[in-house]
């Protein structure tokens, strides 16, 4: 994470900390799904929260930028 | 900024403490809390408008928000962690509506000048190692050697036109004046 504000800017619109579906595996027991406590405890919370925040927005621009082309 | 365009040393003692917003503790602590705010402030069609027009004046987005920030901060909103948290967040909700309205925009991410300058620079020590590749002749030039001084045919055809020194005069002779 980046204190600069471009460079932390670039980061979260490469949007690589959006977590994929995980494959569960049914048929074996040996391979369990990573627990997500491990995953959250990597990040710290203002991290998490900058992430969770941008997508929103970007959520949110996206409505917005639907809404104005949509044509009745 | 010049030299002297900044406070003068101590000048901070001047005023009573805690006098300035900025000196107390900021109103919000919660960077979520901060990011509402912000967006509360933006949602309307003033703000809006005034964002439109700086953008359309050449402002860029990056200095836009800056600004947004750091007079919240100077008002005793929040404190400048909190706009290092909220800024990138800020940027994008601008752009967002910058988008939506259809705006032509410069984000001021990418410095274009500093770029250009790069460039310039990296073809410039390009050409100078090719120049310094395509030198013909590299003998050492002796300065003192007349024979290897070019004069130039002009400047030979003008000494050879100059007319003749005249008679040789004692140094008491008086100059002959001609017939009165």
């Keep these: ?72 | 900024m010049t030299q002297f365009d900044r406070p003068v040393p101590g000048s901070s003692l001047t005023t009573p403490p805690k006098a300035q917003a900025y000196e107390r503790p900021p109103e919000i602590t919660n960077p979520k809390e901060a990011l509402e705010r912000h967006l509360d402030n933006l949602d309307n069609r003033d703000a809006i408008e005034d964002i439109l027009f700086f953008t359309q004046s050449g402002m860029d987005v990056k200095s836009l928000n800056e600004g947004l920030l750091r007079s919240a901060v100077a008002t005793g909103l929040h404190s400048i962690d909190i706009s290092l948290i909220i800024a990138p967040l800020l940027h994008e909700y601008l752009v967002g509506r910058l988008d939506a309205l259809g705006a032509d925009y410069n984000e001021g991410i990418d410095n274009l000048k500093a770029k250009e300058a790069l460039r310039f620079n990296r073809n410039l020590s390009i050409a100078k190692r090719f120049t310094d590749n395509i030198k013909p002749n590299r003998e050492p030039i002796d300065e003192m050697d007349l024979e290897k001084t070019d004069t130039p045919t002009e400047l030979m055809e003008t000494v050879e036109e100059t007319p003749p020194p005249a008679k040789e005069m004692g140094l008491m002779q008086r100059p002959d004046r001609g017939v009165m």
């Design chain 1, 1 to 72: 994470m980046s204190l600069d504000y471009v460079k932390r800017l670039k980061e979260l619109r490469r949007l690589d900390y959006i977590e994929k579906p995980m494959e569960v595996n049914d048929k074996s027991l040996v391979k369990k799904p990573k627990d997500k406590k491990e995953k959250d405890a990597e990040k710290n919370p203002m991290q998490s929260f900058q992430e969770k925040a941008f997508l929103q927005i970007m959520l949110s621009n996206d409505r917005l930028k639907r809404g104005q082309d949509d044509t009745v």
